[in-house]
């Protein structure tokens, strides 16, 4: 296909075409290779849970070897879905438990308490007494509260505590409230065992009940327990998109997920000795920018640039100008270390849950964090001496954008309060907010959903936040600079304006999905109101992850109707996808819309802030 119906942004077609040129196979060959997909997988409707099958259910077929029907094999399916992106975000979160607690005992120097207050203030709010205790008592305690959350003996996780009233009796009636997170996870492989729960609805149930331990559990865990230990946000700029490679400098790109490993690699890079022998060789520094999730990490906390998104990823290597390629976990696409081996690109893994063949591994523990990122960055120091200069094509500059939007942040900005947000709403100035989220895949031109969306509802003076792979959309498309409110409408422009923040904000990671629960969960706790009477939405127009259906069904669960720009593997079944797009309306007071154009989409949006909006009087 031609690169321009590929993506978006020039930098990613040109090196689409360098890739081309140089014979390097990217994400679009391997999924022409692959098509046309299996329409019964596309459906949902092949089932692999038992050696009595596999089975297909079809017109000629609709029953598997056991009787399972299409109702129950698709909502099995999206069930164990549901499970693996609540497990992904969830297992981050634990990995920051277990770095406090190393701080706490003494076991790591290399990671330590930034935001002492914040720490403070979590505690108290999951019941940790706080008062006249030191920081590591209180910490202590903090750590049991959140590994007790990911267990069994719990009613329901901490963080509900955040949750307003209506919501958890709504959850309390349908069976929906979270108690642990691995406990949720896990029962819904029980369920989805051949020969348990057999009724579909009461599969999506569960299913929810897990993805809402991920939204208000492990990822909320996750997003604070960062703040607490790398420093909460506040607004700065940076810059994004390949520009932010440079050729004159030892370029490492992270990528991944946690900033646990980035964080590290980031303070290596700082260290004067290493700038020194980088000097050495002929470059004029180090450079680390970011790519997807953990760029997102860096990028609110630190102010580093967003080299790209997931569909960047690949297309980064190939400017021939990345000399380290260092990964946590998630969203790596295993083609980098090819990729990486086209070119003197290091490839280095450092989780042991997350290994790559052909990678170099690093075990990284928070005891030795330090130590080994060090090792890293000279293993990137040494490999800018191979670099291939002729190979060399840096497509473009980078464009500037405003980053570090936390809860914490807006709220200092507002003055304290969320007072004047609400009155704004209350005014009409801002009509609503939807979060867009989430990815690119590749069957879909890379960010032309998520940019069109944005822009659409910011005219009709929607405030937009985003997170994860749409940030970088967003920032490429000119939407996270203050002047963006040029592109708002008259309301949005007025209240940013004053404030001299864009009408799209930077509001993090997708971990940090949780930071949009929780400041929707204070603006329902203000108004008493649910958060399902609230004007707001929630998008994920280019998802491809476990991890993005996880997102999209708390975000329903918890009362935010959630459009998808195309849907997940449930059409083969009537029941699943009524129960998706409208039953769970009447349950939960929200419910998915699929819709493959943005601006229709924005319009859907719009009829639904108007509608939430009369519902409170507005
Ligand atoms: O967790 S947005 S492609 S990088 S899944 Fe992955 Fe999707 Fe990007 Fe971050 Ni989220």
């Given amino acids: 296909r031609p690169v321009e119906e590929l993506s978006l942004w020039d930098d990613a077609q040109a090196m689409i075409t360098k890739a081309r040129a140089e014979g390097i196979d990217t994400v679009y060959e391997r999924l022409q290779h692959q098509t046309p997909h299996c329409r019964i997988c596309e459906q949902g409707l092949s089932c692999r849970n038992c050696t009595m099958g596999p089975c297909k259910i079809t017109a000629k077929a609709p029953r598997g070897v056991c009787g399972a029907d299409a109702d129950v094999v698709v909502a099995r399916n999206f069930g164990r879905f549901v499970a693996g992106g609540s497990a992904g ?44 205790r030191d920081v590591k008592a209180v910490a202590t305690d903090l750590l049991e509260v959140f590994f007790g959350d990911f267990g069994s003996r719990k009613k329901q996780i901490s963080f509900l505590s955040r949750v307003p009233q209506k919501r958890k009796d709504i959850w309390k009636k349908l069976g929906m409230t979270p108690r642990g997170v691995d406990r949720e ?129 690949e297309l980064a290597i190939i400017t021939g100008a990345v000399e380290a390629v260092v990964v ?47 090792e890293i960055v000279r293993l990137a ?50 009509r609503g907010a939807v979060g867009i989220v989430g990815c690119n895949n590749p069957k879909i031109k890379q960010d032309s959903m998520n940019v069109t969306l944005a822009k659409e509802l910011i005219k009709k003076d929607i405030l937009v936040l985003v997170t994860g792979c749409v940030t970088t959309a967003a920032g490429k498309a000119g939407l996270l600079v203050p002047e963006a409110i040029e592109m708002a409408g008259p309301g949005l422009k007025k209240v940013c304006g004053a404030l001299g923040i864009p009408p799209v904000l930077h509001y993090g ?18 108004l008493n109101v649910d958060i399902s009477d609230l004007p707001v939405g929630a998008s994920s127009p280019e998802w491809y992850s476990e991890k993005a259906a996880a997102i999209g069904l708390y975000a329903v669960a918890s009362g935010i109707y959630t459009h998808l720009g195309h849907p997940p593997n449930i059409l083969g079944s009537e029941t699943v996808t009524n129960l998706a797009v409208s039953g769970l309306e009447d349950l939960v007071g929200a419910s998915f819309v699929i819709e493959p154009d943005p601006v229709k989409a924005a319009e859907l949006f719009d009829i639904r802030i108007k509608a939430k909006r009369k519902g409170l009087g507005l």
Avoid at 101 to 128: C, F, H, N, Q, S
Avoid at 281 to 303: H, P, S, Y
Avoid at 509 to 526: K, P, W
């Fill in 89 to 132: 975000h969830s297992d981050h979160g634990r990995d920051l438990i277990e770095v406090l607690e190393a701080i706490v005992t003494g076991e790591t120097t290399d990671y330590k308490i930034t935001d002492e207050p914040k720490l403070r203030r979590i505690a108290e709010e999951v019941g940790v007494t706080v008062a006249e």
């Fill in 185 to 313: 996870i896990a029962e819904m492989m029980h369920r989805t065992h051949m020969g348990c729960d057999n009724d579909a609805p009461n599969t999506m149930i569960h299913a929810a009940r897990t993805s809402l331990s991920d939204g208000w559990g492990g990822s909320m865990i996750g997003t604070e327990l960062s703040d607490v230990i790398f420093g909460t946000p506040s607004p700065s700029m940076s810059e994004a998109n390949l520009g932010v490679i440079k050729e004159d400098k030892v370029n490492i790109l992270v990528h991944g997920h946690n900033p646990v490993v980035s964080e590290m690699i980031l303070a290596a890079a700082r260290d004067p000795q290493i700038i020194a022998e980088a000097k050495a060789l002929g470059a004029t520094g180090i450079n680390v920018a970011g790519l997807c999730c953990t760029g997102n990490e860096l990028l609110m906390r630190q102010g580093i640039p967003m080299a790209g998104n997931h569909l960047m990823t």
């Fill in 328 to 374: 946590d976990y998630q969203c790596i696409m295993p083609s980098l270390v090819q990729i990486s081996g086209c070119y003197h690109t290091r490839f280095i893994d450092t989780a042991q849950k997350a290994r790559f063949t052909g990678a170099i591994h690093f075990d990284i523990h928070p005891s030795n964090a330090l130590e080994q990122a060090r």
């Fill in 381 to 430: 120091v040494k490999a800018y001496s191979e670099r291939d200069a002729s190979r060399v094509d840096i497509p473009c500059e980078p464009v500037k954008i405003m980053t570090g939007f936390s809860n914490e942040a807006v709220i200092s900005a507002l003055g304290g309060t969320l007072d004047p947000l609400i009155q704004a709403i209350v005014a009409g100035d801002v």
């Fill in 509 to 526: 990671s997708c971990v940090d999905n949780a930071r949009i629960l929780q400041l929707c969960a204070a603006l329902a706790n203000a």
